[in-house]
């Protein structure tokens, strides 16, 4: 998450490769926000955990019903994040 732009553009780029592997870290991440430690370690407010929660599930939507761009739906997701830090 502390990456610059072009770094995690490549991550994801690497990570929409595989279909599965996207859905796996994507339900690793849920997992790790509705655990009590997991969210803990994200330093994240209650507000911003359920955004991001939703965010991570209609990805998983999109992913599952439909033909998207997976790196895009990637980035669009990280850009949600950091623009709901501030």
């Known amino acids: ?3 610059d732009f072009a770094k995690q ?3 994801f780029q ?3 490769e595989d279909r599965e592997e996207l859905m796996a ?3 690793e991440w849920l997992r790790m926000l509705r655990s009590s430690e997991g969210s803990q ?3 994240l407010t209650p507000d911003k955990k359920n955004k991001l929660t939703a ?3 209609r990805a998983i939507y ?5 033909n998207i761009n997976r790196q895009l739906l990637m980035e669009n997701v990280f ?3 950091s623009l709901r830090e501030n």
Not at 62 to 66: A, E, K, V, Y
């Open 41 to 43: 370690d994200l330093n």
């Open 25 to 27: 870290t994507l339900e």
């Open 55 to 57: 965010d991570i599930l």
């Open 14 to 16: 690497k990570l929409a």
């Open 79 to 81: 850009l949600q994040m």
């Open 1 to 3: 998450l502390n990456q």
């Open 62 to 66: 999109l992913l599952l019903d439909t």
């Open 9 to 11: 553009s490549a991550y």
